[in-house]
């Protein structure tokens, strides 16, 4: 087990950050790539545990695999059912959306997949993809609900389908589903949610049609590999923002961000806090929209976050959380009972790590109420949860003593140079092994 040893900042963070690849888009673009004919040509993607575990159970059902310098190569076009599992590790996101992929694919007609995880991604819940794939025809046994799920690929018939929430796993596992469906898939949607899937499609050559809540695949259509490059993940980097608008004097900027407008509740948030986030320069990677951020430390207040940006910023909750607690007046959350159900239960996780850190914080069953001010420092855990470790090591750079995160481990699911990047800046952040 490793913790990590943070020491409060007695200077400005300053310095230029390059976040990595986004996380999202390279979960997606392993499975493209893995189900297009052709070659795929992929640079920037993450190289992280979950993306990586994507991208192996891509190369165990027949996707050739290779890397040359930066650039990941994935020919595809034609898959078969391994010999053993497919272990997706802590990826719920790989899961989520190979259930999708492969409920209906032609070619596994007939045979039998598996997919696994580890303790943690074995507890969450994935009968809200199960679900709706079953209403389409699709052959999926689970444990209650929950991983293993074993895979029986079958003819799927397209649906319309109200998403309970607007969550874009969900919405994305159905959409590779229907690409393979007879008939046309339409869902429709109670609100925003991430829309790389929607952007991905057409690149490879998919048609997918969009309305204001709602987004159809008509089934038969084929991918085509293509070249493409990933842009710096907007969640990753909340971490090292969040640090640059909390220490005093921080001037830092972030390259070749993605900016996506689905997911930029955080830059919002941010704003309304009174941080100083400036675009310097916008661009477009793909389909994608890309810029260069600068953010500088500033006096910030705690706010009522709207419940109406909470799926725009759903991952990036903790680090607001922790902000929350050290910034002045008081933080409420409403609408974000989602966050019970990822890597860990984050509302009630983070609120008791909050007050091991002498942070008044009372948890409701939708969210919280902090009151900022001061922060102690001590000893806390992530739980297994890799962006509840990230967002206490930052709140550790202004807290009044160190603090100590258990579990820190879990940072190399998602962001493995954390650490280096931050300490690039000039944070005092150390790995500390366990024996």
Known sequence: MSRLLVKPCRHGLKGR????????????L????????????????????????????????????SEQGDVIRIRGGRLRAPDSPLDLGNSGTGMRLLCGALAGRPELLGQRLTLIGDASLSSR????????????????????????????????????????????????ALLLAGLVAEGTTTLLEPGPSRDHSERLLPAFGAAVKQSPGQVAIQGG??????ECRVPGDLSSATFAM??????????????????NPTRDGILR???????????????????????????????????????????????????????????EGTT???????????????????????????VNVEETPDGAVIQGGRVSGGRVDSH?????????????????????????????????????????????????EDN
């Open 30 to 65: 392993a499975i493209l790539g893995g189900l297009a004919q052709g070659e795929t040509r992929i640079r920037g993607f993450l190289e992280a545990e979950d993306t990586r575990a994507t991208l192996a159970a891509m190369a165990a059902m027949g996707a050739e695999v």
């Open 125 to 172: 819940p994935m009968g809200r993809v199960c679900d709706p794939l079953s209403l389409m025809g699709a052959c999926i046994r689970s444990r209650e609900g929950r991983a293993p799920l074993d895979i029986e690929p079958a003819p799927l018939q397209g649906i319309e389908y109200a998403l309970p929430v607007a969550i874009a796993q969900i919405k994305s």
């Open 242 to 259: 969040a640090a640059a608008l909390l220490v005093p004097d921080s001037d830092v900027v972030f390259d070749n961000l993605g900016i």
């Open 384 to 432: 297994g949860d890799h962006r509840i470790a990230m967002s206490l090591a930052v709140l550790g750079l202004v807290a009044d003593a160190p603090v100590e995160i258990d579990n820190a481990q879990w940072i190399r699911t998602s962001y493995p140079v954390f650490v280096d990047d931050m300490n690039a800046l000039g944070a005092g952040i150390e790995w500390q």
């Open 332 to 358: 409420r959350i409403r609408g974000a009972e989602e966050l019970r159900v990822k890597e860990s239960d984050r509302l009630a996780v983070m609120s008791e790590q909050l007050r091991h850190l002498g």
């Open 221 to 226: 259509q084929a991918l085509t590999g293509i």
């Open 17 to 28: 950050c390059q976040p990595p690849g986004d996380k999202s888009i390279s979960h997606r």
């Open 269 to 327: 948030i941010f704003r309304a806090m009174g941080g100083q986030v400036v675009i310097e320069e916008e661009s477009s990677l793909g389909a994608e929209p890309v810029a260069r951020l600068r953010l500088s430390s500033a006096p910030l207040r705690g706010i009522d976050v709207p419940p109406e940006w909470v799926p725009l910023a759903i991952d990036e909750f903790p680090m607001l959380m922790a902000m929350a607690a050290a910034v």
